[in-house]
């Protein structure tokens, strides 16, 4: 069976530092690879996909992700984070195919916590 | 566009009660799928419905049970409410990229 796993519960960084939220998932292949953030009482927002080839993506935000799979790892990355980035971050796989595709398997989410 | 809509956005009920929860896809998505958040098994699907019909469903008892109508829009109905169903409820509507948008959600109290 598929699994998402996002080791870090809670991150907490200064406002202007780089971020790196960690997912690694358990597949039979390839599967397509999603981040969402979700504010408090929010539904969830899409922040960036990774379907095929180029393995570094770029998301809304000033966010991106990095596929890499020899590690079987999707981290999301931000080069300076800003205190509206607070929020709880999500990793999400789907097996490739146009009707699979719309059942995800979600990680346990990270919560992200910036000091001024 | 307008996003994925949902009603209603709070709801508080008894055990033993049943509830209904609405999902208005974005225009042109047929395709709509029902997730479960709770702080303990985070966020897990439920089913998902396209051209109303169920493709796929979840490790859910029969008590959750939905359906989608001719215009995409669906319902989620769960019977005999049981404490571990309050919950919040997310639906999301699937473009033609496989990418799935989700709704606000509709957060359900079981007292």
């Known amino acids: 069976a598929q699994s998402v796993t996002q080791p870090d519960i809670h991150i907490t960084v200064s406002e202007g530092a780089s971020l790196e939220l960690r997912c690694n998932y358990s597949?039979?292949?390839?599967?397509?690879l999603f981040w969402y953030v979700q504010s408090p009482g929010q539904g969830l927002q899409l922040l960036l996909k990774?379907?095929?080839?180029?393995?570094l993506v770029q998301g809304i935000k000033g966010f991106e992700a990095e596929f890499k799979r020899s590690q079987s790892s999707f981290n999301l990355r931000k080069p300076s984070v800003h205190w509206s980035d607070a929020a709880e971050y999500f990793c999400?796989?789907?097996?490739?195919?146009?009707?699979?595709?719309?059942?995800?398997?979600f990680g346990s989410g990270t919560q992200l916590t910036v000091l001024p | 566009k307008a996003g994925v809509t949902q009603t209603p956005r709070y709801l508080i009920k008894t055990r033993g009660q049943q509830v209904t929860l609405s999902c208005s896809p974005i225009?042109?998505?047929?395709?709509v799928s029902w997730y479960q958040q709770t702080p303990g098994q985070g966020l897990q699907f439920l089913f998902e419905?396209?051209?109303?019909?169920?493709?796929n469903k979840g490790n859910f008892p029969g008590r959750f049970s939905g359906r989608q109508f001719s215009n995409s829009r669906s319902e989620m109905n769960v019977s005999t409410l049981e404490l571990g169903d309050s919950a919040l409820y997310l639906c999301?509507?699937?473009?033609?990229?496989?990418?799935?948008?989700f709704g606000p959600g509709t957060r359900l109290l079981v007292l």
């Open positions: 999301a509507s699937t473009t033609g990229t496989e990418t799935q948008y």
């Open positions: 597949y039979g292949a390839t599967p397509y």
């Open positions: 990774y379907f095929s080839g180029d393995t």
């Open positions: 999400a796989v789907g097996p490739q195919g146009l009707r699979s595709a719309r059942q995800l398997t």
């Open positions: 225009s042109g998505h047929r395709s």
């Open positions: 419905y396209f051209s109303e019909t169920q493709r």
